[in-house]
């Protein structure tokens, strides 16, 4: 129970403001900010593990399934903008054709949402106007609606995982941090005794006694500082090398559909999260602890000296933690709006980047110079709203511990002139108060940092704690022997879909490819072809049927004893920055220089590498853009035969070639004693396959005639506009909802 519920009468529901991770997901977010409003404690995970997202969003249907299910009641409406007030909030609202919102609150002349992409929102009728759709979902407890409290308690030892020595680091770095800090509590006395021994009694060895003892205390202090400062330096390099590469061997074990439903901005700010908790640890967490120890010895050695001026000092530290918690939630909410919009401005950064080309190309430098400008300047804002905050507390502390401060010396100066109080004691009283005043306040910014770091470690968990693939293990892929058999391969009543609310891509496709066959797929865009290859290499498993190699289910070979035997050579395909050598071996410790030249030979590559200056030891530039786009295809088919793969699946890999090379590209492919899975749409290409398949509606039909089947392809106007079905429309683009 928080603290505030404790108090009469300002115990209340509170809407949380959850934002979304995946690019369509808004509808799913706003699901649980709703649903958290009303007692079921979840959050976005947990619903994303329950209910199966699409890539394309969620429909005002699905989100009243999903809400029947959390036992939560659904009324959708169509309405006017001056019919807002009489909703039952908070409720959720279309937004811009294809997004959702939550509303929290409408007032006289302005409404407060929460925007799942950008956070916080309050905005005029006139902002609002051009941006909401006219359709809001209300939802609300039914009679079987029990409060729930699942949400998975995020702990730091999940989040940082491993890592070696660790407590024996903070062990030393504790007991340096306590002798510096003793240090400090000794330090006041000193001012005492030499006020009230020395000056009265005009004792000179005394006061050089004194004056060495506390000399070695300052030279010790000093020193132990020092020795802290370099342990930690020490200590923050090895946290943050073995907890990063851990991250990332983690992320790179992801299943393909996490990069796929994320901003490549977003993944990069998430995985950054690392060196904010990893800085955090390593700079407060040993001083917090001592802080908070020696602020209560400070306590118990004020109340010493005298009960009453300490109890004063105490009520200003209560009054400035009580400020600190109440003004959390909003610097918490404004942090986490900053991350967010920092990460868009990020990810457009990179994708500018990635296609300066076609910006130029297409002379979009201006607008997307404006977009990128309007993300930096979304993202300054909330920047400056942090800021603020934190000078405001800044301020607050200051001002109160000045006025503490102030009134303290009043007080006890009337102690000394009453007689309770040396002048010597007034001294190491108000140093004592200084010292518990910095300890206890940095203690609660301290703490408020700790709790700030959930923050940050709700978004790294979004890497850390999703799911890996199965049998996804560390070190690097072996070599197939060049002896392995070709084995063959059968699909047998696969359908998939890549969300419960989509139609099935496929739906009982089956074929079988004998061992050291070369099989064409073929069909129109969107009939699933791309999504059978990935079934094929095991980047996705079907929802119904399996994929068997040589009889055996890829679910039970594993993806990594799988893929050990395949390559293929994917229409998006990349190349590293590097050598061509580097690429083709995939940066092998002992390339095989040997085998290199031998498959460059057989992607019909090698001639062309020969014409270049550094000839294998050419750089191939960023993503390959130092060489054409038929070299970059052929480069990729080296790569992907230097594996020696007993399968091989081409996806469109010699689309960039002219025909004389696609030619000797595709004999040289008919030679090797392998099973390939052919992704075509050039008659080359599939005419050079022993078997054409084509894919249909989800299903596979053999094709006998591959020439006669090619011509008629071609009478019938081979290029369609791939124009979906209602039920393939993003369904956040829908809204036509007839008001109840």
């Avoid at 007034?426 to 300890?439: E, G, N």
């Avoid at 019909?604 to 060489?627: E, K, N």
């Avoid at 209602?726 to 909802?737: C, F, G, M, N, Y």
């Amino acid at each position: 129970m928080k603290l505030l519920d404790k108090l009469p009468g300002v115990g209340r529901k509170r809407l949380p403001l959850i934002l979304q991770a995946q690019m369509a997901e808004c509808g799913l977010a706003c699901l649980a900010m709703i649903a958290c409003y009303h007692g079921h404690d979840t959050d976005l995970a947990g619903l994303r593990r329950r209910f199966m997202p699409s890539v394309r969003g969620a429909s005002l249907n699905d989100l009243v399934a999903h809400a029947a299910q959390l036992g939560l009641g659904a009324r959708a409406l169509r309405l006017e903008l001056d019919e807002l007030r009489h909703l039952s909030l908070p409720c959720m609202l279309h937004w811009e054709m294809n997004h959702f919102v939550v509303l929290k609150q409408v007032a006289r002349d302005h409404v407060v949402v929460h925007d799942p992409a950008r956070g916080l929102r309050r905005l005029t009728f006139a902002q609002l106007s051009p941006c909401f759709t006219g359709i809001a979902l209300e939802l609300h407890p039914v009679a079987s609606f029990a409060p729930v409290g699942n949400k998975p308690a995020l702990s730091l030892g999940r989040l940082i995982g491993q890592v070696s020595r660790i407590g024996q680091a903070l062990a030393l770095m504790l007991a340096l941090s306590l002798a510096i800090e003793m240090a400090g509590i000794l330090a006041p006395l000193y001012l005492q005794w030499v006020v009230d021994q020395v000056l009265v009694s005009a004792d000179i060895d005394l006061l050089a006694l004194l004056a060495l003892g506390f000399l070695l205390l300052t030279l010790f202090h000093n020193l132990f500082d020092g020795l802290r400062a370099w342990g930690l330096s020490s200590f923050s390099s090895q946290l943050n090398v073995q907890w990063s590469t851990a991250v990332f061997a983690h992320l790179l074990k992801l299943p393909i559909g996490y990069f796929e439903q994320r901003h490549v901005g977003d993944v990069v700010s998430r995985f950054n999260a690392v060196h904010e908790i990893q800085h955090t640890l390593t700079s407060r967490f040993v001083g917090t602890l001592l802080d908070g120890l020696l602020a209560v010895v400070t306590l118990a050695v004020l109340f010493a000296y005298e009960a009453t001026l300490a109890g004063w000092i105490l009520a200003s530290f209560c009054a400035y933690a009580l400020v600190r918690y109440l003004a959390f939630r909003p610097l918490r909410n404004a942090q986490e709006e900053h991350l967010v919009h920092a990460a868009r401005a990020e990810t457009l950064l990179l994708e500018s980047i990635r296609g300066a080309r076609s910006l130029k190309i297409a002379n979009q430098q201006e607008p997307r110079t404006h977009a990128y400008a309007n993300a930096v300047v979304d993202a300054a804002n909330r920047q400056v709203r942090v800021q603020r905050l934190s000078i405001c507390f800044s301020s607050f502390q200051h001002l109160l511990i000045g006025v503490s401060r102030v009134v303290l010396i009043w007080a006890a100066a009337r102690q000394v002139l009453d007689g309770g109080f040396s002048a010597g004691m007034l001294m190491a009283f108000i140093s004592y108060a200084d010292q518990f005043m910095t300890r206890a306040s940095g203690l609660i910014d301290a703490l408020i940092e700790f709790r700030m770091l959930r923050l940050h470690g709700e978004r790294l968990a979004d890497i850390v704690l999703s799911e890996v693939e199965a049998d996804s293990g560390a070190g690097p892929a072996p070599v197939a022997p060049p002896t392995e058999p070709a084995p063959g391969i059968e699909v047998r009543g696969v359908r998939y879909r890549y969300a419960d609310n989509q139609p099935w891509i496929l739906d009982g496709c089956g074929f079988a490819v004998a061992p050291g066959e070369s099989l064409a797929l073929v069909g129109a865009s969107g009939q699933g072809k791309s999504t059978l290859t990935k079934l094929l290499l095991g980047l996705v498993s079907p929802q119904e049927g399996c994929v068997l190699v040589d009889g055996v289910d890829l679910r039970t070979i594993g993806p990594r004893a799988y893929r050990d035997r395949i390559a293929c050579v994917m229409q998006d395909d990349i190349l590293f920055a590097g050598t061509i050598e580097d690429n083709i071996s995939f940066f092998a410790a002992e390339p095989d220089r040997a085998r290199i030249e031998e498959v460059a030979r057989l992607a019909q590559i090698h001639h062309d590498i020969g014409a270049m200056p550094m000839g294998y030891q050419t750089l191939v530039g960023d993503m390959g853009d130092a060489l054409s786009g038929g070299q970059r295809q052929r480069v990729l088919l080296a790569r992907a035969l230097y594996r020696r793969p007993s399968i091989l699946v081409l996806d469109e890999a010699t689309s960039h070639l002219d025909i004389d090379c696609e030619r000797r590209v595709n004999a040289a492919i008919a030679e090797l004693p392998i099973t390939r899975i052919i992704v075509a749409h050039r008659a080359e290409t599939i005419l050079s396959a022993d078997r054409v398949i084509e894919i249909e509606g989800g299903k596979a039909r053999e094709v006998t005639d591959a020439s006669a089947s090619l011509r008629s392809r071609k009478a019938c106007d081979p290029i369609r506009p791939d124009r979906p079905a209602e039920a393939d429309v993003p369904a956040d683009s829908r809204h036509a909802i007839s008001k109840e």
